[in-house]
């Protein structure tokens, strides 16, 4: 995402587009790659010019430690997958290279341990929007692994404000498919 943001065009008026399906995730930027970088180069991760479209943006995400400027996102996004044993990612871009769709896909192996019950997958589609179901499965699939989210958590895993994770929270309770514990600042939810 973070590549998105920096190597978007901010001429083209698309903004950068972020899809969460079952199988993958999907990162949709316009325009694709700059005409003189060579696609098979660039998936093995080996391309050695950094000719960047947004030097400001590069610089405030080294500053805060999200870039290193030294073209390494994608040697880094690469080795991070295979550390996770996850796919190498693919990359769909047109011939005139006015997008580029990077695609992540779930690794083998990774999938829920436990079902959703009928009644809360029922209620998530009743009451919640795509964006709030797709963000209460990420919270889901943490909960896996974790005994317990707050919001502050919440909102650093689905990068949002922390205001919009707590209405997420509260709602996930209120619909049953969440508890929650404490204080309203110090409030916890589990599964």
């Not at 959703?116 to 909960?143: C, P």
Request: charged share 35%; no cysteine; proline share 3%.
């Amino acid at each position: 995402m973070v590549n998105a943001v920096f190597h978007k065009s901010y001429r083209e008026p698309e903004s950068v587009e972020i899809r969460i399906y079952v199988d993958s995730i999907q990162i949709l930027n316009y325009p694709g790659l700059a005409k003189w970088i060579n696609l098979e180069r660039f998936v093995s991760g080996k391309v050695k010019g950094r000719k960047y479209r947004n030097r400001r943006i590069g610089e405030l995400f080294k500053e805060i430690d999200l870039s290193e400027k030294k073209g390494t996102g994608i040697p880094k996004i690469l080795r991070e997958l295979k550390q996770n044993g996850s796919p190498e990612p693919e990359f769909d871009m047109d011939e005139e290279r006015t997008y580029l769709n990077a695609i992540i896909r779930i690794r083998d192996g990774f999938e829920r341990k436990e079902k959703m019950s009928e009644s809360m997958s029922e209620s998530m589609s009743e009451s919640m929007s795509e964006l709030e179901r797709a963000r209460m499965q990420i919270i889901l699939i943490y909960l896996e692994t974790n005994k317990e989210i707050n919001s502050a958590a919440a909102a650093k895993l689905l990068e949002v404000e922390i205001k919009t994770a707590s209405r997420l929270l509260l709602k996930a309770e209120k619909l049953n498919i969440l508890k929650g514990t404490g204080k309203t600042k110090n409030k916890v939810y589990r599964k």
